[in-house]
Structure formats: C-alpha cells, structure tokens
C-alpha cells in the first residue's frame, strides 16, 4: 500500500505562487506515473498535471500549461506542483495520485490511479 500526503496549500493572491508537496510512504513509488488532479466546489475532479516513472513526457491540462510545474525527488519519495501567476479560477482542493504503471506516457484520467491523498485546499484571491 501507498500512503500519500499533501502540503502547501493555502490562500495566495491572484499572481502569486506556491508549492505543493506530496510526500509517499508505505513503499517507494519511483516506479509509479505520478499526477495532481484538483477539484473545484460543484465540479468534478479534474486533471492538472502528471509525469510517468521515469520523469519524461510530463503532461498538463491546457489551462495550466505555461504556468504549473510538476516535479519529483526520487531519493525523496516526494512529488511536487510549482504553481505560478496563479489565479482565481485555480481555487479548488488538490489531490496527488500515484498509479503504478510502466507507461512511458502519464494517464490523465483519475480513473487510471490507485493511490490518492487527503487534498490540500488551494485559494486564490482576486
């Protein structure tokens, strides 16, 4: 089993920045496809951004694309979000995903992770 714990979220400025962590334990996830997935009150969790296992061929939905950053410290255990000029239409709860496929391509798709976080609630005021 693979445990996954978010951080870093918080109220920022339209404009501003921040980190989001993800901290995996239980077992080591260097071999997963790893992906943030958010989730907005009233809509449904959709796709932010995911890298496969060997860290090339990141994708990212096209609203964040230019501005989000995702990254990973093998030795860690640990994946990151870096989010930039951020905005209010980026407010929702964040969600790390682990899926442990050899896919050189990372899935988009919730349906395609096994393991989730708690969420960490992220607010950007205008």
């Known amino acids: 089993q693979v445990q996954l714990v978010e951080s870093g979220g918080g109220l920022v400025q339209a404009g501003g920045s921040l980190r989001l962590s993800c901290a995996a334990s239980?077992?080591?996830?260097?071999?997963?496809?790893m992906g943030w997935f958010r989730q907005a009150p009233g809509k449904e969790r959709e796709f932010v951004a995911a890298m496969p296992w060997n860290g090339i061929n990141k994708a990212y939905a096209d609203s964040v694309k230019g501005r989000f950053t995702i990254s990973r410290d093998y030795a860690k255990n640990t994946v990151s979000l870096q989010m930039n000029s951020l905005k209010p239409e980026d407010t929702a709860v964040y969600y790390c995903?682990?899926?442990?496929?050899?896919?050189?391509?990372?899935?988009?798709?919730?349906?395609?992770?096994?393991?989730w976080g708690q969420g960490t609630q992220v607010t950007v005021s205008s």
């Open positions: 239980g077992r080591t996830v260097s071999s997963y496809a």
């Open positions: 995903a682990a899926d442990p496929s050899s896919d050189p391509l990372a899935g988009t798709s919730a349906d395609e992770y096994h393991y």
